[in-house]
Structures are given as structure tokens and as C-alpha cells.
């Protein structure tokens, strides 16, 4: 039987017990926010993490608050990326777009190559795109991906639910790529599970209130974590029978 994996953002190790007592099964680690979203943290927050959990980590690299970079950022991208892995981080999150806001995979797949084994997520950038369909088609053959995390629109799930979830019954291979995440709703992961979504992100939805200033909380998590192993049970039973 299937289970569901559960990501949850991390931004001190002040998080990491919820998230580990909740039972996350990776842990995705930010730093500073930005305008649009937030940068790469420190490789010293990196180790603080690391040597607080058992469960993997994933690393934000973005050094801008823009969705592109340049090749000498590129270079600097891959070296941070070495750092965090030297820390204990198990992989990397990246996202680039181009001036027309399609999937830079040039860029994409150049970084990727420098980091060859390293599983990454492809972050939220993706929701920027202009064609939801071409972007998938851009991004299933780029190598070491292991997960697009996507809300179907900019404005979250509360507007690109029924988008994502369609594509995501309609293509086997986006099911299993796809990490739904900004704006996850309870409602949401059953309809997930259906259409084989197996992964799931969660941000303010771990943390009391859905704020910043509150750490994550353990009881937010295991909430979840049961929800998400029920729906996946039901609907794994539903395909058996």
C-alpha cells in the first residue's frame, strides 16, 4: 500500500520538533522571506537543521527575488548547494523562468547537471507560467527532479484547485510529480489522492494561526498526517476493488 509523503517548511530548528513529532516525512528549509516568497538560508541554519532531525532535508536556493538568474549566480546556486549537502541536507529546491515566464530548463537542467544524484523540487515559481500544460511538458524530463510543487494558479488552491487537480487525474506522470502546496485545504486531499497525488507540501497550515510567528506545531502536523494516510488508504482501496 501507498503512503503519502508529507513536506513541511522549516525556518529555525525551533521548528523541527513539531514537524518530527507530527510525523513530516521531509522537511523543506527557508530563510529570509522576500517580496515574492522566500531566499536561501544560511548554510549555518543549514547544519543547526540538519543536526536537529533525522529526516531528510530539502534547501531553498534562490539568491534574488526575482523567478531568473544569471551564470555567474548560477555558479554560486551550485556552491551553496555543495555547502548545504556538506551540512547533511538530502537535496535542493530550485525554480527558474525566462523573460516570457516559461520554464527556463535550460537553466534548470545546467544547475541540475552540476548537482549530479541530488534529488530537487521544482518550487513555486512553476504557478508564474503562462500555459500550465506546455510547463509540465517542459519539466517531466529534467533530471533529478523528484517533485513540481504547485498550487495551479499564482493565487493558490483557493483559485487553482480544480485546474491542478485536473491535470493531475489526466496524466499519470504529473500525479506523480506534482506536490500540491500554497493554500492546501483539508477538503482538497482526498480528490487528490484519487487522481494519485502522493505528495504534499505544507507552509502555514503546520504553524497556529497560519503565521510565521508561531513555530510549527506537532498537533497541526499529525492532523494532516492522519488525514493524508486515510485518504491514501481509501483510495488505494478504491483502485484494488
Known amino acids: 500500500?501507498?503512503?503519502?509523503?508529507?513536506?513541511?517548511?522549516?525556518?529555525?530548528?525551533?521548528?523541527?520538533?513539531?514537524?518530527?513529532?507530527?510525523?513530516?516525512?521531509?522537511?523543506?528549509?527557508?530563510?529570509?522571506?522576500?517580496?515574492?516568497?522566500?531566499?536561501?538560508?544560511?548554510?549555518?541554519?543549514?547544519?543547526?537543521?540538519?543536526?536537529?532531525?533525522?529526516?531528510?532535508?530539502?534547501c531553498l536556493l534562490r539568491l534574488n527575488d526575482s523567478w531568473t538568474t544569471t551564470g555567474g549566480e548560477l555558479t554560486r546556486l551550485a556552491g551553496l548547494a555543495e555547502d548545504y549537502l556538506g551540512c547533511g541536507a538530502a537535496g535542493v529546491s530550485f525554480g527558474f523562468l525566462d523573460a516570457d515566464l516559461e520554464v527556463d530548463t535550460e537553466l534548470c537542467a545546467a544547475l541540475a547537471d552540476r548537482l549530479p544524484g541530488v534529488p530537487w523540487t521544482f518550487h513555486e515559481a512553476f504557478d508564474l507560467t503562462l500555459d500550465a500544460t506546455r510547463s509540465w511538458a517542459r519539466v517531466v524530463d529534467l533530471p533529478g527532479l523528484v517533485a513540481v510543487r504547485s498550487s495551479g494558479s499564482p493565487q493558490g488552491l483557493a483559485v487553482g484547485y480544480d485546474e491542478l487537480l485536473e491535470l493531475a487525474s489526466s496524466s499519470p506522470r504529473v500525479a506523480s510529480l506534482v506536490m500540491p502546496g500554497g493554500g492546501l485545504q483539508g477538503e482538497h486531499v482526498p480528490w487528490f489522492a484519487r487522481a494519485g497525488v502522493r505528495a504534499f507540501h505544507l507552509g502555514p497550515q503546520a504553524r497556529p494561526g497560519g503565521t510565521l510567528k508561531a513555530d510549527v506545531d506537532a498537533a497541526h502536523v499529525r492532523s494532516w498526517r492522519l488525514l493524508l494516510d486515510d485518504a491514501v488508504a481509501r483510495a488505494d482501496r478504491s483502485v484494488a476493488g
Open 1 to 58: 500500500m501507498s503512503k503519502a509523503l508529507l513536506e513541511v517548511q522549516v525556518r529555525s530548528p525551533r521548528d523541527v520538533p513539531g514537524a518530527d513529532e507530527g510525523g513530516a516525512d521531509r522537511l523543506h528549509l527557508v530563510g529570509e522571506p522576500a517580496d515574492t516568497g522566500a531566499l536561501s538560508p544560511e548554510p549555518q541554519l543549514t547544519s543547526a537543521v540538519c543536526r536537529d532531525t533525522e529526516l531528510p532535508v530539502f
